[in-house]
């Protein structure tokens, strides 16, 4: 079981993003899918996540309107599409996975986790 996140980058304030996380299991639908970030010295931050069926989508009032979480079951892949992107959105994102149901805005209850990728935004 294993989690792939890519698609960070260097990006200028207002521009956008696309992060894709492709997550190894049989049973990829049955799981509710997160993206998180965290900065050095700081803890893990929810940002977004989406319900197994993908029918529901919860989001941290910081990234509200900006950014959209989508999933792609049968590709076994969860994306973040992160427009209007401001210079405190650089962080280390990474994309998590949890047999909970729920919005699950805990990083301590996702069972999995992928590597993370760098988002540095410029001002």
């Known amino acids: 079981v294993q989690l792939q996140a890519s698609g960070g980058g260097l990006v200028q304030a207002g521009g956008s993003l696309r992060l894709v996380c492709a997550f190894s299991?049989?049973?990829?639908?049955?799981?509710?899918m997160g993206w998180f970030r965290q900065g050095p010295g700081t803890k893990r931050d929810f940002v977004a996540s989406?319900?197994?069926?993908?029918?529901?989508?919860f989001y941290a009032e910081s990234v509200k309107g900006r950014f959209t979480i989508s999933r792609d079951n049968a590709k076994n892949t969860v994306y973040l599409q992160m427009n209007n992107l401001k210079t405190e959105d650089t962080d280390v994102y990474y994309c998590?996975?949890?047999?909970?149901?729920?919005?699950?805005?805990?990083?301590?209850?996702?069972?999995?986790w992928g590597q993370g990728t760098l988002v540095t935004v410029s001002s």
């Open positions: 998590a996975a949890t047999g909970l149901i729920g919005p699950r805005v805990n990083y301590k209850e996702y069972n999995y």
């Open positions: 299991t049989p049973t990829f639908s049955t799981y509710v």
């Open positions: 989406i319900s197994a069926s993908g029918g529901s989508t």
